[in-house]
């Protein structure tokens, strides 16, 4: 299984920006990185983990929640192992831990937003909006 290690959460104000990263570590070779699909999850305290967005092994395809369309954007890059989440119009209830998480080899296309649907998950990066 791969390592995923989240970064770019912090406190913004309503209405505000952030972008998440999330480098997957210890795949043997960059192909390997190339066959999985990648998704956002965010959990708030006292709620189940929900997916926000999710992206195909080559990219071109994605899928996003209905509270995040329009907001937010997923994306990958392929050559340095990352995967991206662009925040943008934040509200408070987007307030959550967020995880990236991998399905190495892909088995679903198109991409699912379902937990079950991936196996590698990072440990989370808090996201925190005020109003």
């Known amino acids: 299984q791969a390592q995923l290690v989240e970064s770019g959460g912090g406190s913004v104000q309503a209405g505000g920006s952030l972008r998440l990263s999330c480098l997957a570590r210890d795949y043997r070779a960059v192909s390997d990185y190339r066959n999985g699909c990648m998704a956002w999850f965010r959990q708030a305290p006292g709620k189940e983990r929900e997916g926000v967005a999710a992206?195909?092994?080559?990219?071109?395809?994605?899928m996003y929640a209905d509270s995040v369309k329009g907001r937010f954007t997923v994306s990958r890059d392929l050559a340095e192992n990352l995967l991206y989440l662009e925040m943008n119009s934040l509200k408070p209830e987007d307030s959550a831990t967020y995880y990236c998480?991998?399905?190495?080899?892909?088995?679903?296309?198109?991409?699912?937003?379902?937990?079950?649907?991936?196996?590698?998950w990072g440990q989370g990066t808090q996201v925190t909006v005020s109003s």
């Open positions: 992206i195909s092994t080559s990219g071109r395809s994605t």
């Open positions: 998480a991998a399905d190495l080899p892909c088995r679903y296309y198109p991409p699912r937003l379902a937990v079950e649907a991936y196996k590698s």
